[in-house]
């Protein structure tokens, strides 16, 4: 039997959220879970039958409808209206990726048994997780605040057998797919739409999905960085244990002892150097490199909690017969951290395209341009341009969002996060930045073919034999993008061998944080 994860209420770290998704775990929901699940929808439907009360969203309208009271008839029609029309996505389809962790994260978030959900539809939405039926979301449509209404809407359609669905990579109609499957339509009963459609979970699978991304990219910059600092004959006295003992953020000292490991052996680090300075982009990597990683563990820290929480809206108590309208929904710790992401990943492409140019500019024994004949032949001259073109992108991308609001639904909402904006922007800054630092990796490996026979440590050679036997050393001008794409393939493959103890990123709990 393949291994599946177990859908508790205990709260998932960073390692076990990496190895659910990267061993393509199916997930299954514990009794603890179903029994909460069952309990909340029990009290609910309890609640309703005894009292006559206003519950927002429950048995009234929504946003500044809030005061309209909605029939007991017409409480199911209510929720399947809201779906409906709340599904006004625009743009470029999300990709699948974050489409898997929006329904992945969702069932996560109703499992905690506070959101009056039938157990029908946390079972389908479980199903088209792990038959990998996809439903097609569009980028658009959410502000940040009362939930991530357009995406989580489109994500919630294929449930009652409408919008479009990936199914083993075809696009089809939800109904079809439904049909395939042999399901039938869920019928939703009062409070579900908007328990669908409160929630954080397309903001927070673009986080989630980033982190794990980027905690691999900031050690990828680091490594490349290292092989820079070499190739361009640089000085390894600012990585001194004790100048980052005097000024002791932590991912400084991280950075520079990683750097320290990483040319540990290297006979070009090691040799008497003619000059007293490097430039900062070199100089500088254990503050820059180091202040990233602060703000990346800040940021898993936020995920990490998001991961575990519950974000629709009202939460219901049973325990406490208690139903409580407030705003989990609100995106703002989430359009924060993901502001503060984008600007971090920025700056690693910053200093990393500052690096490629010194490595083009002549100087300390390297030819212009990194090729042995330069004017007849214009080397590596533009792909630092394409690097520059998308660090100066990055610069762009980087407006916060999270300082923006605008006012929606007649007043009832005005103040939102603009959360998922901030999430699509840093998804954009950090495919830029795997770029930069893959023309980076294309750069330092052709500067350190001019070093030979020196040679640079153990570790970032057998890293340079893996990188040859993709990209050769260009010898003449030839058609270079292909050698760009094969580097930014060679990041997301390569397996970084690093002890734990250079690794930055923990699995934080809200007690770590000083």
């Known amino acids: ?118 157990l029908s539809t946390v079972q389908r939405l479980a199903d088209l997780y792990n038959h990998d039926i996809l439903p097609v979301v569009y980028t658009y449509g959410s502000l940040g605040a009362s939930g991530d209404l357009a995406p989580l809407a489109h994500m919630s359609l294929p449930l009652l057998g409408m919008g479009d669905v990936v199914m083993k990579g075809v696009r089809m109609k939800a109904a079809e797919a439904l049909g395939k499957m042999g399901w039938e339509p869920i019928e939703l009963q009062s409070k579900e739409g908007l328990a669908l459609l409160n929630g954080t979970q397309f903001m927070s699978a673009y986080g989630v999905y980033l982190c794990m991304r980027v905690f691999k990219l900031s050690r990828l910059a680091d490594v490349i960085g290292a092989l820079s600092l070499d190739a361009f004959d640089g000085r390894i006295e600012p990585f001194h244990e004790l100048v980052q003992q005097i000024r002791p953020h932590q991912g400084q000292i991280v950075t520079a002892r990683r750097i320290r490991w990483l040319l540990e052996g290297s006979g070009l680090i090691s040799r008497d150097k003619a000059h007293v300075q490097d430039p900062y982009s070199f100089r500088c990597i254990p503050q820059v490199h180091g202040a990233s ?63 490629t140019y010194q490595l083009l500019s002549g100087t300390r024994g390297l030819p212009p341009f990194l090729v042995a004949n330069p004017g007849l032949n214009s080397g590596f001259m533009i792909p630092q341009y394409t690097a520059a073109s998308m660090v100066s992108h990055n610069k762009q991308l980087c407006t916060p969002s999270s300082v923006d609001s605008i006012e929606s639904s007649q007043g009832q909402e005005d103040h939102v996060s603009m959360g998922a904006n901030a999430a699509t922007k840093a998804y954009q800054v950090m495919l830029n930045l795997e770029r930069i630092l893959a023309i980076e990796l294309y ?33 003449n001008d030839k058609v270079m993008y292909h050698d760009i794409e094969a580097s930014v393939q060679f990041l997301r493959d390569v397996k970084l061998d690093l002890p734990d103890d250079l690794l930055v990123i923990r699995d934080y709990s809200p007690e770590d944080m000083r």
């Not at 407030?326 to 600007?343: E, K, R, S, V, Y």
Request: glycine residues 8%.
């Open 1 to 118: 039997m393949e291994k599946a994860h177990l859908v508790t209420t205990r709260e998932i770290g960073w390692k076990k959220f990496q190895e659910i998704i990267d061993t393509q775990q199916k997930v299954v929901l514990s009794d603890e879970v179903t029994g909460k699940i069952i309990a909340c929808r029990n009290y609910l439907d309890q609640r309703l039958e005894k009292e006559d009360g206003i519950l927002y969203g429950i048995n009234t309208g929504f946003g500044s409808l809030c005061d309209t009271v909605i029939s007991r008839d017409n409480l199911g029609l209510l929720q399947k209206n809201l779906v409906m029309s709340h599904a006004c996505g625009v743009g470029d389809e999300v990709p699948g990726e974050i489409t898997r962790l929006m329904l992945l994260l969702k069932i996560q978030s109703l499992s905690y048994g506070n959101s009056g959900v039938q």
């Open 293 to 355: 990683k602060d703000s990346i563990n800040y940021v898993a820290y936020v995920f990490r909690n998001e991961i575990n929480s519950v974000t629709d809206n009202p939460t219901i108590f049973p325990e406490e017969d208690l139903i409580i309208s407030a705003g989990n929904f609100h995106g703002q710790p989430l359009a924060l951290a993901l502001d503060n992401l984008a600007i971090a990943l920025s700056e690693l492409g910053n200093i990393s395209e500052r690096r």
């Open 443 to 475: 750069n330092a490996a052709q500067a350190l073919e001019f070093r030979r026979p020196s040679r640079t440590s153990p570790y970032l050679e057998k890293l340079m034999a893996a990188y040859r036997e993709r990209v050769s050393f260009v010898e």
